[in-house]
């Protein structure tokens, strides 16, 4: 199960956005850049309520809408949402889920309450979580970059 964090067969990218300079969009075109380099073998899955496509991917409401199974969700939405998201995921099946968004228990006591219900719902589903507040994930043997960083193989890559 921990081998679909650095080798996902299917993404999906919560947050996703076509505003560039926002951390939903640099994570949904370094998570395709990882596609192309996979040949196209990795599905791709954007999902926000407000669009129906992002940088040529089709875009879901929500992880729910998504009919195949998702291996990986990658969450970049504000701290206040991420328990509602993750608990799509657990409902989805979603087992592997990294949260990109701030706001927890680094901000203070709502933020800490944030937090543990992010714990709680992750223990009700059986779900392995990095994060929250964190930059991502990253396999430099794949060449997956699920981070809030582009420059990341420009600069660690052994040539």
Not at 41 to 62: Q, T
Not at 104 to 113: I, L, P, T, W
Not at 114 to 133: D, Q
Not at 138 to 152: E, V, Y
Request: proline letters at 5%; hydrophobic letters at 40%.
């Amino acid at each position: 199960m921990r081998d679909q964090f650095f080798n996902p067969e299917s993404i999906a990218v919560v947050g996703a956005t076509p505003k560039k300079g926002k951390v939903g969009n640099t994570l949904l075109k370094n998570i395709l850049s990882f596609h192309r380099k996979a040949k196209g073998s990795v599905r791709i899955y954007a999902v926000n309520p407000k669009y129906d496509k992002i940088l040529n991917v089709l875009c879901y409401p929500s992880v729910l809408q998504i009919e195949e199974g998702v291996s990986l969700a990658v969450i970049a939405v504000p701290a206040t949402s991420v328990p509602e998201v993750l608990e799509q995921c657990g409902l989805k099946g979603i087992k592997n889920v990294v949260v990109i968004s701030a706001g927890f228990k680094e901000a203070g006591r709502e933020g800490a309450v944030l937090e543990s219900e992010l714990i709680r719902i992750s223990a009700k589903y059986g779900l392995s979580l990095v994060g929250p507040n964190c930059v991502g994930l990253i396999n430099t043997h794949s060449d997956l970059n699920a981070t809030l960083s582009n420059t990341w193989l420009r600069t660690m890559k052994p040539k």
